[in-house]
């Protein structure tokens, strides 16, 4: 096929000489041909695919460095940093958003700089979700968003899959809307209340007519953030180094602990340490827990499943949260350690950075 001048090209390409000239010399796009005399460069029409990537790329305002690496990447990889990037820059949008309302307040004379300053925090995170090694489908589901993060594990058989999707479905009209400091708490409970009827109908439309799903989410507004939580999907804190469970396990095994009949390390190994005693079921009735934090700069929260908290030991959790790598970096670790213990279980996992503005 006929060389393009780069003219043709950058024409063809939506993209100015310019521009060509430096992907260039950054080793993005190099010309198919370069004449030896003139210098003038040209491109084969089979280049325009990665040229238009790049285009796209930059446009999203992404660094020239990381659509290099990009761009390297097979289809599906590629899509997965696009989308690591985006969840990033929504993330860091929220936060200029508060920054932009609290000086909108605090010019105005609405607001207080060092009270309202001391507010303002946002969070960085990252999401996932994988089967397990010996697992022949994946019922867990996790979520995070600038206000939402959510971890939920369906119970296997008939529903269990639709029953996390839908719970997490239920709270996410969370994330389009600012709820005050003051109503978190009702918002989660409302919230989990429509996620066990929208479960109700799930499971009327089974055979076994059972769909039951875990639930552990956080919903945020400044440095406010509230938790529900039911069954044994957990969440944990990573504060100046220490890690604390924030999350009491609603199971069997965890009430005979509870009672003093069994020890943590019995518990551990014991036969029926998966049986939930609490759980969202779609029967109504539901007993989430309920509570309120107050975060600080420099927190790091871990939601997971228990496909990660059981082969994994809680002070190996507390070795990779501690890490200098962002939430993306975090997930990579936490998710290899657990198929390096066998991922008996599928995994589910989301870890999210408080930030100050």
Not at 334 to 340: N, T
Request: aromatic letters at 6%; proline letters at 4%; hydrophobic letters at 45%.
């Amino acid at each position: 096929m006929e060389l393009l001048t780069i003219g043709a090209f950058a024409r063809a390409a939506r993209l100015s000489p310019k521009a060509l000239r430096l992907y260039d010399e950054l080793g993005l796009l190099r010309p198919a041909a370069v004449d030896g005399e003139s210098g003038y460069r040209f491109y084969d029409p089979a280049q325009l695919e990665r040229a238009r990537l790049i285009a796209w790329l930059r446009r999203l305002g992404m660094p020239l460095a990381r659509v290099r690496q990009v761009c390297d990447l097979e289809p599906k990889a590629a899509a997965e940093q696009v989308a690591d990037y985006w969840a990033q820059v929504v993330a860091d949008t929220a936060v200029r958003e508060q920054l932009a309302t609290f000086l909108v307040d605090y010019l105005s004379g609405r607001g207080s700089a060092v009270e309202d300053a001391r507010s303002m925090a946002g969070i960085r995170y990252a999401a996932r979700s994988e089967s397990g090694l010996v697992r022949t489908s994946n019922e867990d589901t996790a979520y995070a968003g600038t206000r939402l993060l959510a971890v939920a594990d369906g119970v296997r058989g008939p529903g269990g899959n639709l029953a996390s999707a839908a719970a997490i479905e239920a709270l996410k009209p969370l994330e389009a809307k600012a709820v005050p400091a003051g109503d978190l708490l009702g918002a989660l409970a409302d919230a989990v209340h429509h996620a066990d009827r929208a479960i109700q109908d799930i499971a009327e439309s089974t055979l076994s007519g059972e769909a039951v799903t875990t639930l552990t989410a956080m919903l945020w507004s400044g440095s406010q953030l509230a938790l529900v939580h039911i069954g044994d999907t957990r969440a944990y804190l990573l504060r100046d180094g220490e890690i604390f469970q924030i999350t009491h396990d609603h199971t069997y095994v965890q009430a005979l602990v509870d009672e003093g009949r069994l020890s943590p390390e019995e518990a551990a190994s014991h036969p029926q340490r998966s049986l939930l005693v609490r759980a969202l079921a779609g029967r109504g009735g539901a007993q989430p827990d309920l509570s309120l934090h107050t975060a600080a700069a420099g927190d790091r929260y871990l939601l997971c499943s228990d496909g990660l908290s059981t082969v994994v030991p809680t002070e190996s959790l507390r070795a990779v949260l501690s890490g200098t790598g962002g939430p993306e970096q975090v997930l990579d670790e936490l998710v290899k350690q657990a198929y390096a213990a066998g991922a008996p279980d599928n995994v589910a996992c989301v870890v999210a950075d408080v930030v100050t503005l």
